[in-house]
């Protein structure tokens, strides 16, 4: 932790000027990388935006250049060679290269290593998603940016009243679950169906 939060601080100066950042991730670990683009939207207000690093010549491949960095996590597992395939053709665009990976022979492949430890791959986002937090956190605070308090963001959500098209589709499945429950009743007893009234069931819970 103490070595991830110095590497990310002496990082932070290098985005001092930069305006988008590209997080890839593939695999188990594409959540981390949305995880970290957003974490750093929120807190430095840098756009940027998580990509599967295998779809990145679908689109964001087009916006890598020398002022764009990217964030690859590639940690080993079924998809890392391929991990490092997308990373290098990030790199092929002059592309700024952060790597969060093991300290490999091919992490040298990367201009600023995020070193973490090598464990299981479904382990992996436990520990890739530190210096993610780490990183948006420093760059904030290098920009000068309050990290407690990121302005637009709201501590709470609020709920909003069910529309008309909500309540016409709760009294539909009302009627369906009554429906439903009539005709489980008529199979599992039909003697009960013939001489008494069905089952009422209780569609006052339907959620909807």
Known sequence: ??????????????????????????????????????????????HAEGYPAGEMKHGPIALLDARVPVVSIAVPGAVFDKVLSNAQEAKARDAQLIGVAPEYADAELFDTLLPVPVVDELLSPLLTVIPMQLLSYHIAAHRGLD??????????????????????????????????????????????????????????????
């Open 1 to 46: 932790m103490d070595d991830h939060d110095r590497r990310c601080e002496q990082l932070g100066h290098l985005f001092a000027d930069t305006q988008d950042v590209i997080f890839l991730g593939r695999g188990i670990n594409y959540p981390i990388a949305l995880e970290g683009a957003l974490k750093l939207k929120e807190i430095s207000y840098i």
């Open 147 to 208: 990290v407690d308090q990121p302005r637009n963001l709201a501590k709470s959500v609020t709920v909003e009243r069910a529309s008309p098209w909500s309540s016409s589709r709760c009294r539909r499945l009302g009627a369906f679950s009554r429906l439903l429950a009539k005709i489980t009743t008529s199979i599992r007893n039909p003697k009960l169906s013939d001489d008494h009234p069905p089952l009422r069931h209780d569609s006052s819970h339907v959620d909807c």
